[in-house]
């Protein structure tokens, strides 16, 4: 028995110590046997974990680049301020980082800034690896395309499509959504100011007396009455359950501000100042996940399909140029306007010619010319509109709520000239009309403190700062005296609640407290009011008034809305109410047959 035990002592020790064994090192010979050949990494091959800094659109951004053998094996975000569409541009990025081992590749159109901040932040890392990436060849796996089938396709991801996605999938519709640009958003994503909403709980809670009616005139005016009658009544009558709407699906409108051309205070803000395109795609983002909503990026509609005179899908265009159809039961068209394309805007507008634009790079109208085939009528076509405070070169607006929340416009003789609320084309055409065709915006720091989107100008270098007023007109290149005087006696019409000079109603704040901010701007075209002709029900209308059978449309890419000018937060009101009816009407259609 003992001696059992014994040998399966001896065994177990044995079975313990081969794994240590098989673990060492190859230990040198003896002396006069001959070597086996041991492979070392070479000493150039770095691996680790390295850190790498850049600066993105909105501040700092940091990467932790891991590399193996110097070849990189993954890339983890650590800190970013760039917008929430842009996440899908930098796993792009990352991943062609990755597939290439090379830091040397495209910006993506319309994320350019995140682009490069990808590009330095992975150099950098790059560098303090003190690694030569030695680039790969990739061989481009083509995407295999081929016809599908759906209840509902949508042309564009922006507010109005995605609205309309979720509205439709809610309503048991098979939906897929199409995105000719590497993210979701459009337009949407740049939307700050807030939406426009009468008659709604929190206003009434901050005892704002507004209605419907008095929504329509205040957009009438404000559109010098060539707005649809019809689609303006609907959009006011729905503007309060739509805010409901979008809070059920996540969002928070709460605030409340005012914009140019509105005689109360109802524009709805993002939580916390936050722009409120931001905040909705983030919302609209989570529920495409969660309800599974097929969005492709990177596909172009190219063509609308017909059978007869109904609409049957679209041809769209993949990244590789290869195309396939979608064939549905109903489009949507949800692609915007096209405040991007300088051909079309100077075709219809000829004296915008060469204006900046504060559109995305995908804001071209493909649609205007997808549906002339179909005779489809074009409302309000040559009303297009400029933003009068964008930072020239850089096309970054400034929105309009800095002026509802206080700032005021002086020109080069350090002088007010126009009543800072007035519509957008009134204000553009007065600041045209100063010297140089520019003019300064000037906010002190409580106008400062009111949204987190002014902290954002200033750390983009947009909003320049001064501890005084003296200091302020020197880096504004004007007289001081004369600034000092302007704001002086804008002060005063604060305390007395009356602006002799320019009839400006709202006056809140004083301008008094250092520092103080401003930034040089001009116009630039901002938003194109006309578009496809549509009902209520979001039908597209032809030139014999007839619907075009299976073709819906909301959103920029629509007119008659906003008439002759669009008044601030007017256009996410649009978007929401329309396209989520487009979604609703569309999906009622197909269900229905
Ligand atoms: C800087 C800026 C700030 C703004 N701020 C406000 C604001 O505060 N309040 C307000 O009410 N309005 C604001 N607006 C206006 C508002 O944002 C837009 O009018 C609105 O978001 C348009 O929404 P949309 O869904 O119709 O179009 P978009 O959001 O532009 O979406 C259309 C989408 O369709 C895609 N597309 C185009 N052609 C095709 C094609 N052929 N195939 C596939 N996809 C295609 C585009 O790439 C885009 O993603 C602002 C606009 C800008 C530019």
């Known amino acids: 028995m003992n001696s059992i035990k014994r040998l399966l002592a001896l065994l177990l020790s044995i079975l313990l110590l081969l794994p240590l064994v098989a673990c060492q090192k190859p230990q040198p010979q003896d002396e006069g046997q001959e070597e086996e050949p041991v492979e070392e990494e070479p000493a150039d091959l770095v691996s680790g974990v390295f850190e790498g800094e850049g600066k993105g659109k909105y501040g700092t951004f940091k990467v932790a680049v891991t590399l193996e053998n110097s070849e990189i094996k993954d890339i983890k975000v650590l800190e970013s301020s760039e917008s929430g569409f842009t996440s899908t541009v ?22 350019t800034l995140t682009s490069m901040a990808v590009k330095t932040s992975v150099n950098d890392a790059v560098k303090k ?21 759906t209840d509902i396709v949508i042309v564009g991801s922006g507010g109005a499509g995605l609205t309309a996605a979720i509205e439709a999938t809610n309503k048991g519709a098979e939906v897929i959504v199409v995105e000719k640009m590497a993210f979701m ?90 722009p409120v395109g931001t905040h909705l795609m983030d919302v609209f983002t989570k529920q495409v996940k969660e309800l599974g909503i097929d969005v492709r990026l990177n596909t172009k509609a190219v063509e609308i399909l017909t059978d007869g005179d109904k ?122 009309a100063q010297e140089g065709k520019t003019a300064f915006l ?14 954002s100008y200033r750390d983009q270098g947009f909003l320049k700062e001064a501890a005084t007023l003296d200091d302020l007109a020197k880096l504004m290149d004007v007289d001081a005296e004369a600034l000092k005087q302007t704001i002086e006696d804008y002060n005063k019409y604060v305390r007395e ?42 039908e597209v209308i032809n030139n014999s008034g007839q619907v075009v059978k299976g073709l819906y449309a909301a959103g920029e890419v629509t007119g008659g809305v906003h008439g002759g000018n669009r ?10 109410v329309f396209g989520r009816t487009a979604g609703a009407k569309a999906a009622e259609a197909v269900k229905g047959e």
């Open 311 to 432: 609409v049957t899908g679209i041809k769209v265009e993949n990244k590789d140029g290869n195309t396939y159809n979608i064939n549905a039961k109903a489009v949507i068209l949800a692609s915007g306007g096209f405040g991007a394309n300088p051909e079309l805007v100077e075709k219809y507008k000829p004296s915008l010619k060469g204006f900046g634009t504060t559109n995305q790079p995908g804001a071209t109208g493909d649609a205007l010319l997808m549906v002339e085939k179909l005779d489809v009528a074009l409302t309000d076509i040559a009303e297009i509109q400029t933003h009068p405070t964008v930072v020239p070169f850089y096309n970054e607006m400034i929105t309009e709520g800095i002026r509802g929340d206080g700032a005021i416009l002086v020109n080069r003789d350090a002088k007010r000239f126009v009543n800072e609320l007035e519509t957008r084309d009134v204000v553009s055409e007065a600041v045209l």
């Open 497 to 538: 609640k009356s602006d002799p000079d320019f009839g400006r109603t709202s006056l809140e704040v004083e301008l008094v407290t250092g520092p103080f901010y401003y930034v040089e701007i001009a116009p630039a075209i901002h938003h194109t009011m006309g578009g496809v002709k549509i009902n209520t029900n979001c």
């Open 567 to 576: 008044i601030g937060g007017n256009a996410v009101a649009d978007i929401t």
């Open 185 to 274: 958003g459009g337009n949407t994503n740049y939307a700050t100011g807030g939406m426009n909403a009468a008659g709604t709980k929190y206003q009434e809670a901050k005892g704002i007396e507004d209605s419907p009616e008095l929504f329509y005139q205040d957009t009438m005016k404000g559109g010098y009455n060539k707005n649809d009658p019809e689609l303006l009544k609907y959009l006011t009558e729905k503007s309060a359950e739509t805010i409901y709407w979008l809070e059920s699906l996540g969002a928070d409108l709460h605030e409340i501000g005012r914009s140019g051309g509105q005689s109360v205070d109802r524009i709805h803000k993002g939580p916390g100042g936050m």
């Open 442 to 455: 000037v906010l002190d720091k409580t106008v400062f403190e009111k949204a987190s989107t002014y902290k």
């Open 90 to 111: 930098i796993e792009q990025l990352f991943g062609e980082m990755i597939a290439s081992n090379s830091t040397d590749v495209d910006a993506v159109s319309g994320a």
């Open 129 to 149: 690896a003190n690694v030569e990436l030695s680039p790969k060849e990739v061989t481009a796996q083509e995407e295999k395309v081929e016809d599908v089938t």
